[in-house]
């Protein structure tokens, strides 16, 4: 007979609360599931558990505008434009890892996780996550104790460290998150300047990015607004969706076709001060005569080097491309405003504008007066983000075929650039 084969993972127990590699990289629901050893250890050490306080502790933590959040989002009427995104994610993800922890402790109260190498017992410094008066007195009173409380302060600031690594992703649960045997903890100094910027300013794109990377892959930087590491690729979601329902700042994570990459490359805009970038006037373009033929569009990634890299939107038409940087069309996606359906037009001469003579025009486009349409209707995503990326990114507007109306000056500057996109309604039937 052959041998018997013996585990060599270490045995769970004593200081030990999870068999995480020096270094790999795990799901959101596999990372979860490796730290239900801590939860298991809370049960054990206490004397009996009250489940419905315990439950009623993770959803504060994750919820948001309780006292126990865990990310106080500044609130008001009209939040920054990053935290209309990040509020309703995190909302959701907190739900999500809140439902996994109660099926989980539900489950540990009936099969428990064995540990070979005795009770568990493990030191966690207190991070400030405020616990409902309840869990306070279950986990610290005459059924808890210090051990108690540090097992499950452990448990409950890695569950807020999930929540808020996957809060830039709109596919978080594909996400391959570095993972170590202190679990998430690498993040913690990302996390933390990451949620400076969110909660005492308008947090930048690159910000958002620069703590996705770390997520992914443990290191910071240049600064850019995408990245490619190991098997995949991360890039603003409007890549793969429509400028018109497509977030502005979250990010997908898309895996590579092809082989994994050793190095992890940015991607940076190709010209960082738009301000300074040659200029064409839509007055200077012929006006529109209605017969652009059909035109696609499709993602081309330039040449590494340094760790960074540029890409690009290639349009074609006839077999004739036009190429606009992918940095400057993902600026332009996130400065452009979506039009009421009424409103008042802008005072001038209203003009249209050829979608192909925009694409093909030297630097950015833009106008003095009056309003300018471009009718990107027949066209496919890619192309009206590429449009985006060749008009002067400030007082530009994406207006869908449903409008009912003008569409309305943002300032009193005396131009506007409107792109007319399908209604995405019609587009999904």
């Known amino acids: 007979m052959p041998p018997s084969q013996t585990s060599t993972a270490p045995a769970l127990g004593g200081a030990r609360w999870n068999t995480f590699p020096e270094v790999g990289t795990m799901t959101a629901r596999q990372f979860f599931t490796g730290t239900e050893p801590l939860l298991q250890g809370v049960v054990d050490a206490l004397q009996s558990v009250d489940r419905e306080v315990l439950d009623a502790q993770i959803h504060a933590t994750l919820g948001l505008g309780t006292r126990e959040t865990s990310l106080p989002l500044p609130g008001g009427a009209d939040p920054a434009p990053a935290i209309r995104e990040l509020a309703p994610q995190a909302e959701a993800l907190g739900r999500e890892i809140a439902t996994w922890a109660t099926m989980t402790l539900d489950r540990l109260l009936t099969h428990r996780i064995p540990m070979p190498a005795g009770p568990l017992v493990v030191r966690s410094h207190c991070y400030g996550h405020l616990l409902t008066h309840p869990a306070t007195d279950l986990l610290m009173g005459r059924r808890g104790g210090p051990v108690t409380m540090q097992l499950y302060n452990e448990w409950l600031h890695q569950m ?69 590491h190991g098997d995949g690729t991360v890039l603003p979601a409007v890549v793969d ?18 082989p994994a990459a050793h190095d992890t490359t940015t991607y940076v805009v190709e010209a960082e001060d738009y301000y300074a970038a040659p ?40 077999g004739t491309p036009a190429r ?11 400065f452009a405003r979506h039009t009421p359906t009424t409103g008042t037009a802008p005072a001038g001469e209203a003009r249209t504008a050829d979608l192909w003579d925009v694409l093909r025009a030297p630097g950015l486009v833009w106008t003095e007066a009056g309003e300018v349409t471009v009718d990107a209707t027949a066209q496919d995503d890619l192309v009206a983000l590429a449009l985006l990326g060749r008009l002067y990114p400030e007082n530009v507007a994406l207006r869908h075929t449903g409008h009912a109306g003008p569409a309305t000056a943002d300032s009193d500057r005396p131009g506007r650039v409107v792109i007319d996109l399908p209604d995405p309604e019609t587009a999904r039937n």
């Open 279 to 318: 200029r064409t006037l839509v007055e200077d373009l012929p006006p529109a005569t209605g017969t652009s033929g059909p035109t696609t569009g499709r993602v081309v990634t330039g040449s590494a080097g340094d760790g960074t890299r540029t890409a690009h939107i290639e349009v074609t038409r006839n």
């Open 160 to 228: 807020v460290l999930l929540r808020d690594a996957l809060l830039p992703f709109t596919n978080w649960q594909g996400v391959p998150l570095l993972v170590t045997p202190t679990g998430l903890r690498h993040t913690e100094r990302a996390r933390d300047a990451f949620l400076t910027e969110l909660l005492v300013r308008r947090i930048r794109h690159t910000g958002i990015v620069d703590f996705a990377r770390h997520v992914v892959t443990g290191t910071s930087g240049p600064g850019g607004y995408g990245f490619d």
């Open 241 to 258: 969706g429509s400028p018109l329902t497509a977030p502005r700042y979250l990010l997908t994570w898309r895996p590579a076709p092809g």
């Open 324 to 334: 606009v940087d992918l940095g400057q069309a993902l600026r332009g996606h996130r």
